[in-house]
C-alpha cells in the first residue's frame, strides 16, 4: 500500500535556503510533496485560492520582504479552513523574542535553521515524522522549540 504523500509548503525570501530545503527532502527516504514559494504575498495567494491544495506542514521564514512570516502566520490563525496546517517557523533567529510571540501566535514548533546539510536532514526528519495530532493538540513550550 503506497503511504499518502506528506505536502510541504516552504515560504523563504532566501534561494539557497529553498534548494537546500529541496535538496534535503530529495535524500530522506520519507513521502513527500515539497512546495516552495518566494515570499509572504505568494504564499498566502496561493493558500487563499479556493481549490489550493493545503500543506500538511507549512514552514515559514520569519523574514520576508513584502509579507513577514508573522503576519502570514496572523492571517492562517484568522481561518478556520486552515486550522488542520501543522506550522514551523523557520527562521535564522533565535530570539527569545520571535520564540515567545511565535508560540503565542499558535505556531506549532520553532526550528532554528541549521548551517549544515546534515543537520538540515536530521531536523526536516524529526518535523515531518512528528505525531501532529498530540503535538497540536495542547500548547506546550518544552516542545516547541525544536532542539537538536
Same mark, same amino acid.
Not at 24 to 35: P, Q, R
Not at 75 to 84: L, N, P, S, Y
Given at each position: ?12 525570501? =532566501? ?8 535538496? +534535503?527532502?530529495? @535524500?530522506?527516504?520519507? #513521502? *513527500?510533496? /515539497? ?48 486550522? =488542520? ?8 533567529? +533565535?530570539?527569545? @523574542?520571535?520564540?515567545? #510571540? *511565535?508560540? /503565542? ?44
Amino acid at each position: 500500500m503506497q503511504e499518502e504523500d506528506v505536502f510541504i509548503i516552504l515560504a523563504d525570501d =532566501d534561494e539557497d535556503d529553498r534548494l537546500f530545503f529541496e535538496e +534535503a527532502f530529495d @535524500e530522506l527516504k520519507i #513521502n *513527500t510533496k /515539497v512546495a516552495t514559494f518566494n515570499d509572504g504575498v505568494e504564499l498566502m495567494d496561493y493558500l487563499n485560492k479556493e481549490n489550493s491544495l493545503l500543506p500538511n506542514i507549512l514552514f515559514l521564514d520569519l523574514n520576508m520582504p513584502k509579507k513577514s512570516g508573522k503576519q502570514c502566520l496572523q492571517e492562517i490563525k484568522k481561518e478556520a479552513r486552515f486550522k =488542520d496546517i501543522a506550522i514551523a517557523i523557520y527562521s535564522t533567529s +533565535a530570539s527569545e @523574542e520571535d520564540i515567545e #510571540n *511565535t508560540f /503565542v501566535m499558535g505556531a506549532n514548533v520553532y526550528i532554528k535553521k541549521p548551517n549544515d546539510f546534515k543537520q538540515l536532514k536530521k531536523v526536516l526528519s524529526n518535523v515531518v515524522t512528528i505525531n501532529w495530532q498530540y503535538h497540536t493538540s495542547g500548547l506546550n513550550k518544552d516542545n516547541f522549540l525544536l532542539r537538536l
